[in-house]
């Protein structure tokens, strides 16, 4: 009986001794404090504190990395709304993107998609409405069963408005297969920046190589964006990389390599920068595939969730 609670003791007082030396494991891995050494005790049927099993925190950052909101940060709120971008700036990225078409009346419409159905509470296409048409739906209709307040469909001049003085911003200019591209659209967007004293605050992106060729053309002040699908990228893999940066030079004289990132290589992220081209990525939305392209080397990621990319690249 003697030897028994004897034992018992020793045991209670080791395994408080263990578990303590586990917690000062754990407290030395969050501080520079020196690692405290275990108990010389050990005994054959007690566990013992696995250093091994602690995991090593990052602590690698990249603050140099520019954070861009996927149209206004769709994680988080109503793509491409002034909600979104007011967001965005309240986070503090450093850029917000969003998208633009053309109305009927050839107004600068910010949505990503060419027809109204998916975000908004209407059908159609923007190119079939006039601007006061689309002014009356609310474009977070569908954003997490519309538990967001009503927003309107934002122009351009609006987004650049509310963003002026705050952040940066990319403005893709979209164009659909099926529809052709918006007659004029560049010179409308350059002048909406232009008129606002903007120009060192925007970056032109667009997947349509000649349209970003335009904008140069138009005003060689802009820096632009040369997107590129994961079918684009593939369909280029074949030829060297250096090769295939010189051919987008070539077509459109742009800033940025902006190629998804889901299809983008170490070995393009290189050839770029030697030609001293800027490399975007998009649209990344987990933490591992953060850090890959921070390691990278990339000079923007484009992402739904700012929260998540600041606190990755240590921002
Ligand atoms: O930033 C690039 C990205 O916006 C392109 O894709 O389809 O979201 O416009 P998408
Ligand atoms: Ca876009």
Redesign the pocket.
């Known amino acids: 009986m003697r030897l028994s609670r004897n034992r018992s003791s020793l045991r209670l007082v080791i395994a408080l001794s263990v578990l303590g030396a586990e917690v000062l494991v754990l407290a030395g891995c969050r501080t520079t404090a020196p690692q405290p050494t275990a108990t010389s005790v050990a005994l054959p049927d007690m566990p013992t504190a696995a250093p091994t099993s602690v995991p090593t925190p990052t602590t690698q950052t990249w603050p140099e990395i520019l954070t861009v909101a ?2 206004g940060g769709a994680a988080l709120a109503p793509e491409n709304t002034l909600g979104a971008f007011a967001n965005a700036i309240s986070i503090g990225v450093d850029m917000v ?1 969003c ?1 633009v078409h053309l109305s009927k009346d050839g107004e600068l419409v910010v949505m ?1 998609d060419p027809d109204l159905t998916r975000t908004t509470d209407g059908r159609g296409f923007i190119y079939q409405m006039n601007l006061s048409e689309l002014a009356g739906l609310n474009a977070a209709a569908k954003f997490r069963a519309a538990a967001w307040p009503v927003e309107p469909v934002p122009t351009l001049g609006q987004v650049l408005d509310l963003v002026q003085g705050k952040t940066s911003i ?1 403005i ?1 200019i979209k164009v659909e297969k099926f529809l052709g591209r918006y007659t004029g659209i560049e010179q409308k967007v350059i002048d909406a920046v232009t008129a606002r004293g903007m120009v060192d605050d925007v970056v032109i ?1 667009s997947f349509d190589f000649p349209t970003i060729a335009e904008v140069k053309k138009l005003d060689p002040r802009f820096k632009t964006g040369a ?1 590129m699908s994961t079918v684009d990228l593939n369909q280029s893999s074949k030829n060297p990389y250096d090769q295939y940066v010189e051919e987008i030079i070539q077509q459109t004289n742009a800033d940025y390599i ?1 190629p998804s990132s889901a299809a983008v290589s170490d070995l393009l992220i290189k050839a770029a920068h030697a030609r001293g081209l800027k490399m975007g990525v ?2 990344v939305n987990t933490a591992g595939e953060m850090r890959r392209m921070a390691e990278w080397g990339v000079d923007a990621i ?1 992402t739904n969730d700012s929260v998540l990319l600041k606190q990755v690249l240590g921002k």
């Open positions: 996927h149209r993107e998208d990503h990319q893709e992106i997107l902006m998009w649209t484009t």
